[in-house]
Every structure is written in structure tokens, then in C-alpha cells.
């Protein structure tokens, strides 16, 4: 499966941006989704994750109640809302699918993951 993120860009604090993970090539019903991202620096981190059939969500508590996460199985396409966004939010983040057939659940482990879109930036000046 090919994943394509949209939605980075410059915010500015406070403000909102809704980012969008489109994927092709198989049918994105039997995939768990997450979000991760990356600042200079740091290591990758887990920021939400949904699972396949978009019932059950989970988040990190650095953007619990700001980002949320929603799947469309028709439209093949994982949105996450971000809110209220802070300086600390800006980095790369990457979109990911990992095959689900068996469960329905959320997935935070990056190293579960097989399919990876490419990174985008999101910077948040304050």
C-alpha cells in the first residue's frame, strides 16, 4: 500500500491545521493507522493511532484532547484534526499502516508498522 500525507505548512500558535493520509493500492479496511513524528533531536514518537475499522482510537498524552484522529474506509483516507497547536508540535510527521485482519484495535509501536508515507513538516511558530 501507498501512503500520501497532505496538510503540513507554517501555523502559527493556537491555530489549527487538518492533516490527511490517503493510501492506494489496497483497500485501507484491513489496515490499523497511526501518526507519528519527528523533531531534530528526538527520537520518533507516537502521536494517534486508529484501528482498522476506524472504532477505537488512541492518543499520546502530549496531544490528548488537541489532535484527533478519524478514518474514512470509503475515501481510503486517515485524517488527524490538530488543535490548539503549540510550539512543541512542530516536527515532521509521517503517516502509517500496518495489516489488521485478524484485530480491531490501535496500534502505538512505529516498529509494528509496514507502510510508511513520507514525512511532512508542520512548524507551529509562537
Known amino acids: 500500500v501507498q501512503l500520501q500525507a497532505c496538510g503540513g505548512g507554517l501555523v502559527q500558535a493556537g491555530d489549527y491545521l487538518r492533516r490527511s493520509c490517503a493510501a492506494s493500492?489496497?483497500?485501507?479496511?484491513?489496515?490499523?493507522v497511526g501518526w507519528f513524528r519527528q523533531s531534530p533531536g528526538r527520537d520518533r514518537e507516537f502521536v494517534a493511532a486508529?484501528?482498522?475499522?476506524?472504532?477505537?482510537?488512541g492518543s499520546s498524552d502530549s496531544v490528548k484532547g488537541r489532535f484527533t484522529i478519524s478514518k474514512d474506509n470509503t475515501k481510503n483516507t486517515v485524517y488527524l484534526q490538530m488543535n490548539s497547536l503549540k510550539s512543541e508540535d512542530t516536527a515532521v510527521y509521517y503517516c502509517?499502516?500496518?495489516?489488521?485482519?485478524?484485530?480491531?484495535?490501535?496500534?502505538?509501536?512505529?516498529?509494528?508498522?509496514?507502510?510508511w508515507g513520507q514525512g511532512t513538516l508542520v512548524t507551529v511558530s509562537s
Open positions: 502509517a499502516a500496518r495489516r489488521a485482519l485478524y484485530v480491531d484495535r490501535w496500534f502505538s509501536e512505529g516498529s509494528g508498522y509496514d507502510y
Open positions: 493500492g489496497r483497500t485501507f479496511s484491513s489496515y490499523a
Open positions: 486508529i484501528s482498522r475499522s476506524g472504532g477505537d482510537t
